[in-house]
């Protein structure tokens, strides 16, 4: 379903890639993508406090990240959002060619690949999008609702740029598509929960860690109230 809908509109995507200045068209083009995907799932998505997003704004979003589902859910925003991936999302046939052109694909792994997404992350936000970050750095939480540690890279791009931080919480993605190999779908309403924006005005390498943990809270503290009794036993993936 995800990859016959992308094929339906591949055409446009090519056309919007190719002419640079239509990269913007390209991202509405996956919001429109998601809508059809997921009209074709019958699943429902519900936003929460969507009116924290500003029109005319720029944010680093970032956001829990449980399943290949968060992508999509999150392409639903209906703003100009460029998104971080691993560079393997770069790699496959046909959609890795439209994610590399319209979004960023970062290998972990690598020390300048991840200097060179931080750089293409603050470039994307100069001309006007909105850039979003999974800062576990991959589907890693190996116990779902527990979050697994942040990285730095988003709290540090959202204080180069002085732009607010915006977390969002994924409720339900990884209930209704588990990473767990099998791809199995359960249908389930989904859930995305808009925090309010977090300041970084006048903020320094010294507050990462602040910012960080602040926006772990926000988070983790959502996930834990929307999935009562769940086993949340720490995280020790590094």
Not at 68 to 95: N, Q
Not at 135 to 140: L, Q, R, S, T
């Amino acid at each position: 379903m995800f990859f016959g809908t992308f094929f339906l509109l591949l055409p446009v995507f090519v056309l919007t890639i190719e002419v640079p200045s239509w990269n913007k068209y390209g991202r509405k083009l996956n919001r429109i993508w998601s809508t059809i995907f997921f009209s074709f799932l019958l699943i429902r998505v519900r936003f929460e406090n969507l009116e924290y997003l500003k029109a005319n704004r720029q944010y680093v979003i970032v956001s829990n990240h449980f399943s290949y589902l968060d992508i999509p859910v999150l392409g639903l925003i209906p703003f100009d959002l460029v998104f971080v991936g691993k560079a393997s999302l770069g790699k496959i046939p046909l959609f890795g060619y439209m994610f590399r052109n319209l979004h960023i694909a970062v290998d972990r792994t690598s020390l300048k690949s991840r200097g060179a997404s931080i750089a293409k992350a603050k470039e994307a936000i100069d001309q006007g999008a909105s850039v979003v970050v999974f800062p576990e750095g991959g589907i890693n939480s190996q116990n779902p609702p527990r979050l697994a540690r942040f990285k730095d890279g988003a709290f540090r791009i959202a204080m180069d740029k002085q732009i607010p931080l915006i977390p969002i919480t994924l409720s339900y993605n990884h209930l209704i598509l588990p990473d767990d190999g099998r791809f199995l779908l359960r249908h389930k309403k989904a859930k995305v929960v808009i925090h309010p924006p977090v300041s970084v005005h006048g903020s320094n390498t010294k507050t990462v860690n602040g910012l960080k943990e602040h926006c772990f809270g926000v988070i983790q503290e959502q996930l834990l109230r929307d999935n009562p009794g769940a086993d949340v036993s720490m995280d020790t993936r590094q």
